[in-house]
């Protein structure tokens, strides 16, 4: 029984891992579930076990990017070392490197954008912007953020601004370099609105910490 799920479990996976590719390349509309089975190497029996339609697929897609903007969230929340503007730098660092190299957070990136299949979902874009939303108001209560800070216009701007360099880059066919987009909109932002003691300890340390691509264990 235990090797059955397993089997059943690493079937799904596969599946999962081939929409993606196929969403991420074709969009949701002109995805072809003939194209994802044969990049599974699934029977179509086992993909509608596990998946009643191409919406589902799609679905479970956005449901596994969850999970990792989540796992992603979770680790930098865990550093008591750090502040509340680094750990959003470490948030939104570990995520450009998601954006660069894992599959899955391409393609939920492609199908919340969509304009066949976004109003049916929304991907990380609720739990990232309540991450942020979270770390600004820690950042105003700790003096690095200036008192008079709006935290929904903050959220809201910071939020825009890293979608904003998503599309330039994907514009551009894929800019390797996120991470410095992303850093580098955040510095603006934060700067516009931090206190001049958080100002001058950055001039001189920077930022304290920095995303690893191997503490993403296997994201293809």
Same mark, same amino acid.
């Given at each position: 029984?235990?090797?059955?799920?397993?089997?059943? *479990?690493?079937?799904?996976?596969?599946?999962?891992?081939?929409?993606?590719?196929?969403?991420?390349?074709?969009?949701?509309?002109?995805?072809?579930?003939?194209?994802? =089975?044969?990049?599974?190497?699934?029977?179509?029996?086992?993909?509608?076990?596990?998946?009643?339609?191409?919406?589902?697929?799609?679905?479970?897609?956005?449901?596994?990017?969850?999970?990792?903007?989540?796992?992603?969230?979770? *680790?930098?929340?865990?550093?008591?070392?750090?502040?509340p503007l680094d750990?959003?730098?470490?948030?939104?660092?570990?995520?450009?490197?998601?954006?660069?190299?894992?599959?899955?957070?391409?393609?939920?990136?492609?199908?919340?954008?969509?304009?066949?299949?976004?109003?049916?979902?929304?991907?990380?874009?609720?739990?990232?912007?309540?991450?942020?939303?979270?770390?600004?108001?820690g950042a105003i209560?700790?003096?690095?953020?200036?008192?008079?800070?709006?935290?929904?216009?903050?959220?809201?701007?910071?939020?825009?601004?890293?979608?904003?360099?998503?599309?330039?880059?994907?514009?551009?066919?894929?800019?390797?370099?996120?991470?410095?987009?992303?850093?580098?909109?955040?510095?603006?932002?934060?700067?516009?609105?931090?206190?001049?003691?958080?100002?001058?300890?950055?001039?001189?340390?920077?930022?304290?910490?920095?995303?690893? =691509?191997?503490?993403?264990?296997?994201?293809?």
């Open positions: 029984m235990a090797r059955q799920q397993e089997r059943a *479990r690493r079937t799904r996976a596969a599946i999962i891992r081939s929409a993606a590719v196929e969403f991420g390349k074709s969009g949701y509309a002109a995805a072809s579930l003939n194209r994802i =089975l044969e990049g599974s190497r699934a029977t179509k029996g086992a993909m509608y076990f596990h998946f009643d339609s191409k919406e589902d697929l799609a679905r479970a897609v956005l449901d596994s990017a969850i999970e990792r903007y989540s796992t992603t969230i979770d *680790r930098w929340l865990v550093r008591v070392d750090l502040g750990i959003l730098h470490g948030v939104f660092d570990e995520i450009a490197l998601r954006l660069v190299h894992d599959i899955i957070v391409q393609a939920e990136f492609r199908l919340v954008i969509d304009p066949g299949f976004r109003r049916q979902g929304h991907g990380g874009c609720r739990m990232l912007s309540s991450t942020i939303r979270n770390l600004t108001v209560e700790q003096g690095q953020l200036r008192p008079d800070t709006d935290p929904d216009r903050f959220t809201r701007t910071l939020a825009g601004a890293l979608i904003g360099q998503v599309y330039i880059a994907d514009a551009h066919g894929g800019d390797p370099d996120l991470r410095t987009r992303f850093r580098e909109a955040l510095e603006v932002v934060v700067q516009a609105t931090c206190t001049t003691e958080w100002a001058t300890g950055f001039v001189r340390s920077g930022w304290r910490a920095s995303a690893r =691509l191997e503490e993403l264990g296997s994201p293809t």
